[in-house]
């Protein structure tokens, strides 16, 4: 089954645990590879698997570079 929970910008603030100037950074950060929001209602929501996978990336990427 796909997991389809969609997440607004707070919802992923929270996550992450970053403030909002920062999520707009990753989100402007071509090289940071953050998922694309999806437009629902005229507000951008994301993709709370997205958001998962880009953190397991993030922390892999991390490990490798440490090793």
């Known amino acids: ?3 389809t ?3 607004t910008c707070k919802t992923v603030r ?3 645990d970053c403030s909002d100037s920062t999520l707009r950074r990753y989100r402007k950060d071509e ?3 953050f998922p694309k929001p999806v437009l629902q209602f005229g507000r951008p ?3 709370l698997a997205d958001i998962e996978a ?3 990336r993030q922390a ?3 490990e490798a570079m440490e090793a």
């Open 1 to 3: 089954m796909t997991d």
């Open 5 to 7: 929970r969609l997440g």
């Open 14 to 16: 929270e996550i992450l």
């Open 31 to 33: 090289n940071l590879n």
């Open 45 to 47: 929501r994301f993709r």
């Open 54 to 56: 880009w953190i397991e």
């Open 60 to 62: 892999q990427t991390s």
